[in-house]
């Protein structure tokens, strides 16, 4: 927001310099980001006098002329023409340095001397263009520097505002925080309608068919307007601000919608079939060309300003070129509305198109400035444009807002902020601000907020204004008051940290990769229709294709980044990742985000070396590793099973990890279908296990029981088993007979081959039998051992070889 230091002063009265006006602003949450100097450093241009206007006698088309600077006949030549003797201008006089650091010196121009140079507005930074030098007043005292003889010299000051704050989104508004900083009081402009002749309703209507966008739309007519160049007054202020100068017309609803910070549209009159304004919704696809020359699409969400046959403007940020003010139009159809902020923002942002009216409207309007707004646009065509307004104005508000009011505890604002005011004073602050304040029970204020302060919801928003008008410099510094608690990092933190450590002394290495994955990402990991992890949450606005979806699995992000690696040749990966996933949950607003850690291994088992040859990893590396886990975290009872593989699994080479009746991770080897999706051309084996249920089952440890001191007996067991029978079957039968005696079993050797018959396998087993209190015997090992034989063949159907 740009502003002027003596466009403020005409609202109200201070002595600040603009230095201190600036920090004051600063001070006040205003930011002051900039401060320039309109005219400053430029008193060496000054007012004079043209005496003399000769023909150059060595040049057709340039001018010789005598200057009177007040203080002597200066010799300079020019090449305008649009001046005569007798002429004040301005005078550039040597040593003058102009904008865009042009210094001017005294210099012979086809032979003849030059001291100093005529400027037009173009040249002193007053205007975009210029058509000749400037031609000023004659009763200009002459030798007066330029920029203050035209009250021009002046302080521009460049505003960065949070979006809550537009009611400072005007001059009127920067000057309502100066002045209840301090204790002043506003001057708003007087706004005096001169009204003649018919009634507006005899040549305006105005229909609301949406008055959720529009709950409320005024409107004035204004006939016998004369379109043309604003007065230099108003083209200087609207350059000051940063605002070009189009005509007198457009150029009012410009001025009004910064001094007062409403914007406004003027509309041909004689292109508004009927005169008839109907505020309502686009259609669908619907087309409509827009001030700029650009044809825009519309759709279902965008507020729409139409006649009786058509759509004049795109509400609230930019007018049609079918109804814009021209050279020829004298009837003036003059708007202002308010617009609902969320339907404004949505139609800028997906437009594309940014304007004044749009930036203002979708921060929050003044519901109660329309109607004023309107009136001093009004008065200013009349007297500027020597326009005839309509009687009345149109206002159609079908539901009238009621003024919010909220309940304010002064010892509250003095206890949050360490201050020790007095409720008369902050009851003063209040008002400076123009809150309404009535003192209700218990020393509490009923504070009512004005319409412009749209920010203002609950009572913190208003101890937030006792301080900054009191002063953010006069809140004491205080030490916090702390209770210092020794926080010990609980089960789920530490069992996470030991996780992590062991990962790394596997040889591992952590990735972080994004929440979010590609919408296509369950395809390409094989996932069922069924699958529920195909249910991921749409982000709204995702910042790229890949990251649309939030990931129900960790096993993209772990492809992603090894195929990434593989392209740069680092072929040898053991990376791991201990992140939350995202399970939608039906009838709730948040998902399950329970934690999971996954692994991925591929490429060769050891580091290249010249004593051994490359043996790359396989299904057992990955296993061994989450055997190695699970001793960690003490969770015993593990069974590996082959039943319901994971679809992104190689069949028959991965199985899933079961704890009771729990399934609480699974591992494998990847598909080569899926492999081929993320370019890798290589084995990878991948593990994903549920971190949630390996901290439930940690820690369940085993009686300590004391070793035997007598000797062991071991029994070899060669068993001819299906070869769908899974192993782990035949271990849990053993150990399903809870036998004293048997110390251990385990498998030592898998084969298939010559001897053993077709859709068969030869497994053996390794039994270790020991006593607590004495020797065993042959026979006592050989009864325990036939006792395994009778109940394997039993159970399993399998036979001794």
């Known amino acids: 927001m740009k502003v002027t230091y003596n466009w403020l002063k005409e609202f109200v009265d201070f002595d600040l310099s603009p230095a201190d006006l600036g920090h004051l602003l600063t001070m006040l949450g205003l930011e002051v980001e900039g401060m320039e100097q309109l005219g400053g450093g430029m008193d060496e241009v000054v007012v004079a006098r043209v005496l003399e206007k000769n023909q150059h006698p060595n040049a057709d088309k340039l001018s010789l002329c005598k200057v009177d600077n007040g203080k002597e006949i200066l010799s300079v ?93 005007s001059v009127i508004g920067i000057a309502r925080e100066i002045a209840a900083k301090l204790g002043k009081r506003v001057r708003y402009p007087s706004i005096v309608v001169p009204e003649y002749g018919q009634p507006v309703d005899s040549k305006v209507s105005v229909a609301i068919q949406d008055a959720v966008g529009c709950p409320r739309y005024a409107a004035r007519f204004i006939s016998g307007c004369k379109i043309a160049p604003s007065p230099a007054w108003l083209v200087n202020r609207l350059n000051a601000v940063g605002v070009r100068s189009i005509n007198n017309v457009v150029d009012i609803t410009n001025l009004v919608m910064i001094e007062l910070g409403h914007p406004l549209h003027a509309f041909d009159y004689t292109q508004v079939a009927g005169g008839q304004i109907i505020v309502r919704r686009a259609g669908e696809g619907e087309k409509f060309r827009t001030l700029d020359g650009q044809e825009r699409t519309l759709t279902a969400t965008d507020l729409m300003i139409c006649d009786r046959d058509r759509a004049v ?81 149109v206002d159609n508000f079908p539901a009238p807002k009621a003024l919010a009011s909220i309940t304010f505890r002064p010892e509250r604002a003095n206890a949050m902020l ?49 301080c900054r008008l009191n002063g953010f410099d006069q809140v004491v510094a205080t030490m916090p008051v702390a209770q210092v608690i020794s926080d010990r990092p609980s089960l789920h933190q530490r069992l996470q940290r030991s996780v992590r450590d062991h990962f790394v002394a596997e040889g591992m290495h952590e990735i972080v990769s994004f929440s979010f994955i590609a919408a296509d990402a369950a395809d390409r990991i094989n996932l069922n229709a069924d699958d529920p992890r195909r249910n991921g949450i749409k982000l709204c606005n995702p910042l790229a294709a890949e990251q649309a979806v939030m990931r129900t699995t960790l096993l993209p992000g772990l492809l992603e980044t090894a195929s990434r690696n593989m392209s740069f040749r680092s072929l040898d990966l053991r990376l791991f990742e201990m992140r939350r996933v995202y399970h939608p949950v039906p009838d709730q607003e948040m998902p399950h985000e329970p934690v999971y850690c996954a692994g991925l291994i591929s490429g060769t088992r050891d580091q290249e070396s010249w004593c051994q040859q490359d043996v790359d990893v396989d299904f057992y590396d990955a296993k061994g590793i989450v055997e190695n886990l699970f001793e960690l975290l003490q969770i015993r009872g593990v069974r590996w099973s082959s039943e319901e593989p994971e679809p992104f699994y190689h069949p028959g080479k991965c199985c899933r990890i079961v704890v009771g009746n729990s399934t609480i991770g699974t591992i494998g080897e990847i598909h080569p279908e899926v492999l081929k999706r993320y370019e890798i051309e290589q084995s990878v084996y991948y593990f994903e296990l549920n971190f949630e249920e390996l901290v439930r089952l940690s820690g369940s440890r085993k009686a300590i029981v004391a070793p035997s001191r007598f000797p062991d007996s071991v029994r070899d067991l060669a068993l001819l088993a299906p070869l769908d029978l899974p ?39 390794r039994l270790r039998y020991r006593a607590s209190e004495r020797t065993m015997t042959d026979d006592e090992v050989q009864q325990v051992h036939q006792k395994v034989i009778v109940t394997l063949m039993g159970k399993l159907g399998v036979t001794v070889r």
């Open 418 to 466: 360490g201050l020790s005011l007095t409720a008369e004073r902050m009851a003063e602050l209040f008002r400076n601000l123009e809150f309404q304040v009535q003192p209700v029970s218990n020393g509490s204020f009923q504070v009512t907020i004005p319409s412009y302060r749209i920010d203002i919801e609950r009572e913190i928003d208003l101890i937030e204004e006792i």
């Open 77 to 169: 030549v020019c090449g305008a023409q649009n001046f005569k003797q007798g002429d004040t201008v301005a005078l550039a006089q040597i040593g003058a340095v102009l904008p865009g650091d042009f210094k001017i010196k005294r210099s012979k121009i086809r032979g003849e001397e030059s001291c100093g140079m005529l400027c037009s507005e173009k040249e002193l930074n007053l205007a975009d263009e210029s058509a000749g030098i400037m031609i000023l007043s004659s009763d200009l005292p002459l030798g007066t520097p330029f920029f203050e003889a035209m009250g021009l010299k002046d302080t521009i000051f460049e505003i960065g505002l949070t979006p809550n704050r537009a009611d400072c989104l």
């Open 313 to 393: 403007a795109l509400a609230g940020i930019m007018g049609g070129e079918n109804s814009e003010i021209t050279e020829t139009t004298t009837d003036i159809l003059l708007e202002s509305a308010f617009f609902d902020p969320p339907t404004i923002r949505r139609s800028s942002k997906r437009l594309g198109l940014h304007t004044e009216s749009s930036h203002r409207f979708e921060r929050g309007a003044d519901l109660d400035m329309v109607p004023k707004a309107l009136d001093r646009a009004a008065s200013l065509m009349a007297q500027l444009a020597g326009g005839n307004v309509a009687t009345g104005r």
């Open 727 to 765: 192993s782990a079957q035949l271990i849990d039968c053993v150990k399903s007979l809870k036998l004293q005696e048997l110390e251990k079993v385990a498998i030592f050797d898998l084969y298939q081959g010559d001897r053993v018959p077709e859709g068969y396998k030869s497994i053996a087993l």
